[in-house]
């Protein structure tokens, strides 16, 4: 009777799972929790992955697997002729999602436009206090200061007038602060007095529905049958939250999931020979870099700038600290990036030459400084102290005695920031759109310093060019100031840049169609399984 | 028995006190501000620093943030977590049953194998089997619990593909959250298989977390034990020619067990901190995953609601062990 009752359940177990596996169900072991289900008030990639990239969508998109801008939500757009007004053209016939709470009666229009960066941009818009009310991403993209109006020209027709022209515009409108929320849901759950309830279950135009979520265990999606570009190949997707990195190996493994992120560098070899994964890599939008205090003495000096660039051993770098899983940098934008140089030419390792500069420079015995280590780990700098290691140690050589300090993550940012900080600091980034104007603006414009610009320097120069390029429509021209502002960079060399990483993602071997995402997202529309 | 229960209150109002002035105050001494953190690489211009500081009410005086924060405590209000912005005590009562359902299996298994084990040892004394409980005991307990969980996975999961790797049910399941506890919810599910998957989630977890309390409970037993079994009233009863079973169980296990039950009481706390390393290896949506990240984000609030509330609880257990002491033992009850 026993055996009989357990062989029954045995059956039952069989037959459930069966049948759920009838429909596709793809497992992605996400490495954490996502904040909340809004994108727009936060700026880590976990939150992003569980909203922006599979529910939500923008008026422009990044074609999958790349950095380029395709039409999204916005069919089509004009740009006036000063690079002030942009006028989009609406998709027509694109769903929100239903849920229990919330049925839509109309297709997406320029109301949820219009909506969406009004209720981030004015103060006085209704839902600018609801959640809380702080959209850094909005703020961190200078969107306040950029925008004049955003105008309804008609149901499907919005204006967006500029306070300056900005080329980027296009690029900054596909990031994940920008995505289009449904200005009809937000209106029907401020009637039902639960107005937050929009940031808590996401509803949105996108190829994934939210079906709910299970804090810090599970998030759980079912493919959009209405979605505009036809549905996901599969049908279901779930996130299983697993934070450690061996345990989502061993995941994959077991089959408990098809897809992970950031593996264990030590891990990478063992996957490679695993005849059951399939270990994809993807040279990452990102630079690591070292920033000298340009502002303090003997920094302000650019020969002893170039004198400590040329004696950093950026090979061995890579092979200690990255294991192979890198790239040297000669420029301070990754080469993915469109507008990269590549006829820059790298300070060579070469300590004869390093001695001379700091002889010229009035250092023939060197000098002491200190080299700030970070006290995480990064895409672009798996391991910062043991790279201060090995740059001490070169330093060494040409009599610079250089002493590694680390701060706790939020001090070190928060003193990275200082214009009379100690020394050269490794620090990095990852790109948000891109487009060079996020790497060059933001971490060496002239607004920068005193802030993202952790060189604290403000070059002419280069800053004309870079404002120009900020300005100017033309791709073509656009390209050319760029290149020339690598140049100008490396001159000065404010900063030595290290290496571009290369990004790992691990798949099951009956995952077809997975592509990485340059900007560090995980996108699973277009994704199937064998 | 009412003036002992008092007494033993008496002693918890000004342990919780200690325990929200020390939350407060080591969360703040740990260097870090949350807007740096939450602002990452980009930062934010001292103005909308100052700003955010402000939302978050951590501009004021401290004195003022204490007060606030204990006022708060006694309207039930915990605060808002900084970066999830939902409240404290919600949040907290999402995660706990997860936390509990694991930390009662451990507690079951630790009990459960740790009692006979120290009774064996005890007994047979000074035999094989009594260097082998307590050898294993003493590797169970100064085995560092991340590497033992990654272990047991490689075995089981990886390897033999007897258990899951993590999490508290199969990803192919959806249970409605009824009580929050997933045994009882997969019970309740009309999901087939569910309950038996939710089971087989929580085997690996268990016994990892079980690992040090039962080492400590076996050791205790036996040292316990040895003392009991010296005394007069079992050499009387063995004389007398009791059955030796009837002479442990009856006679020697009831007086063995108030130290053990100490120790099972204080181990509760050592359950709490335990849970924080097994369920991020397990990926187990608990409090003590929770605690940690709310640390590594600076997320006030959280911290020192959630350690409020993880401290109530082990106040508590050990509140009832103190009780239930009176229970086993009537002398104790008398003489305080």
Redesign the interface.
């Known amino acids: 009777m026993k055996k009989m009752l357990t062989r029954l ?1 045995l059956v ?2 069989m ?3 069966a049948g ?2 009838q429909a596709k ?1 793809l ?1 992605y072991c996400s490495e ?2 996502p ?2 289900f809004n994108p727009i ?1 936060y ?1 880590a990639g976990t939150t992003f992955d569980a909203t922006a990239k599979n529910i939500f969508e923008g008026l422009t998109h990044f074609i999958r697997g790349t950095t380029e801008i395709e039409p999204g939500m916005a069919e089509s757009w004009d740009v006036s002729a000063d690079g002030k007004v942009y006028t989009f053209k609406l998709r027509k016939g694109v769903k929100f999602h239903s849920a229990k709470h919330f049925t839509p009666s109309r297709d997406m229009n320029a109301d949820d436009v219009i909506f969406t960066f009004e209720r981030q941009w004015k103060k006085d818009h209704p839902f600018h206090k609801v ?4 959209y ?1 991403y909005f ?2 993209m200078s969107m306040p200061d950029l925008l004049s109006s955003i105008e309804k020209v008609d149901d499907y027709t919005v204006k967006f007038v500029l306070n300056r022209p900005e080329a980027p515009m296009l690029a900054n409108l596909a990031m994940d602060f920008a995505v289009i929320a449904s200005a009809e849901y937000a209106d029907a759950m401020m009637k039902a007095g639960t107005p937050e309830k929009i940031d808590q279950w996401p509803i949105g135009t996108g190829p994934f529905v939210f ?2 979520y ?5 998030i ?1 999606y079912t493919a959009n049958k209405d979605y505009w570009k036809g549905k996901a190949p599969i049908d279901k997707l ?1 996130f ?5 990195a ?2 989502r190996y ?2 994959l ?2 089959g ?2 098809q897809v992970m992120p950031y593996p264990n560098p030590a891990d990478l070899a063992a996957m490679k020979a695993d005849a059951n994964i399939n270990l994809m890599e993807k040279e990452g939008l990102n630079v690591g870099y070292l920033a000298y205090n340009t502002l303090m003495k003997p920094f302000d000096d650019v020969r002893v700038r170039k004198a400590l660039n040329h004696a950093i051993n950026k090979a061995a770098i890579i092979d200690t600290v990255f294991q192979g899983a890198g790239k040297p940098a000669k420029n301070p934008i990754p080469p993915t990036i469109w507008s990269y140089n590549n006829a820059t030419v790298d300070d060579a390792f070469d300590l004869e030459t390093a001695k001379k500069l700091l002889a010229d420079a009035g250092y023939p015995n060197g000098f002491g400084m200190k080299i700030w280590a970070m006290p995480v780990q990064r895409p672009y700098n798996p391991n910062a102290r043991r790279m201060a290691e090995v740059i001490q140690a070169d330093w060494a050589k040409i009599g610079v005695k250089a002493e590694i300090v680390s ?5 070190y ?2 003193r990275s ?1 200082d214009k009379d900080r100690d020394g050269a600091i490794l ?3 990852t790109g948000d759109n891109g487009d060079p104007d996020n790497f060059l603006a ?1 971490l060496l414009g002239c607004d920068g310093v005193g ?2 610009n952790r060189a604290q320097w403000c070059y002419q120069p280069f800053e004309d060019l870079i404002q120009k390029a900020k300005v100017v429509a033309d791709p073509k021209e656009r390209t050319k100031l760029y290149e020339q502002a690598q140049l100008v960079f490396k001159e000065q060399a404010p900063w030595a840049t290290i290496a571009h990483s290369v990004v790992f993602e691990p798949l099951s071997k009956n995952v077809v169609n997975y592509k990485i995402d340059p900007l560090g997202g995980h996108i699973f529309y277009g994704v199937d399984l064998k | 028995m009412f003036s002992f229960f008092l007494k033993r209150i008496g002693v918890v109002i000004p342990t919780f006190i200690g325990v929200t002035l020390l939350t407060f105050s080591l969360i703040r001494l740990i260097p870090g501000d949350p807007v740096e953190l939450m602002a990452g690489e980009r930062g934010v211009d001292p103005a909308r620093h100052a700003q955010l500081l402000a939302e978050m009410g951590l501009d004021k005086p401290l004195l003022v943030q204490y007060w606030n924060y204990l006022t708060g405590i006694f309207q039930g209000d915990l605060g808002t977590s900084l970066v999830t912005r939902e409240p404290v005590l919600r949040e907290f009562f999402t995660l706990f049953p997860a936390t509990l359902e694991l930390g009662a299996c451990a507690i079951v298994i630790a009990v459960l194998v740790g009692l006979p084990a120290g009774i064996i040892a005890a007994v047979r004394r000074g035999k094989v089997t009594d260097y082998t409980v307590m050898g294993l005991s003493l590797t169970g307990y100064s085995m560092p619990i991340f590497w033992w969980g990654l272990l047991l996975i490689l075995l089981f999961s990886v390897g033999l593909g007897w258990t899951p790797v993590s999490g508290r049910i199969s990803a192919l399941f959806w249970v409605d959250e009824v009580t929050g506890f997933m045994l009882i919810d997969a019970f309740l599910s009309d999901e087939k298989g569910a309950l038996l998957s939710a089971l087989h989630h929580l085997v690996l977890p268990s016994i990892v977390l079980a690992t040090i309390p039962l080492a400590v409970i076996a050791r205790m037993t036996r040292s316990a034990m040895l003392e009991v079994l010296r005394e007069d009233y079992v050499q009387v009863a063995r004389a007398k020619g009791l059955a030796m079973p009837l002479v442990i169980c009856v006679h020697a296990l009831r007086n063995a067990l108030i130290p053990v039950i100490t120790v099972i009481g204080l181990q509760v706390g050592v359950l709490m901190a335990g849970a924080i390393l097994t369920e991020t290896i397990f990926s187990w949506p608990g409090i003590g995953k929770w605690l940690l990240d709310s640390i590594h984000r600076r997320d006030y609030p959280s911290v020192q609601g959630g350690i409020l509330l993880v401290s109530c609880v082990v106040i508590l257990v050990n509140l009832t062990v103190d009780i239930f002491y009176g229970v086993v033992n009537p002398r104790i009850r008398h003489n305080r």
């Open positions: 359940l039952l177990v037959l459930s799972i759920f596996a169900t497992v954490g929790s904040e909340g008030f700026t959640s809380g009310g702080s850094e703020e961190g079906e709910g299970k804090k810090d265990a599970q759980r779930v299983a939250i697993t934070p450690d061996s345990v061993a995941k493994k077991a408990e999931c701060y706790e993550w939020g001090e940012l928060k920031k620090l990095g980034w933001v802030g993202s």
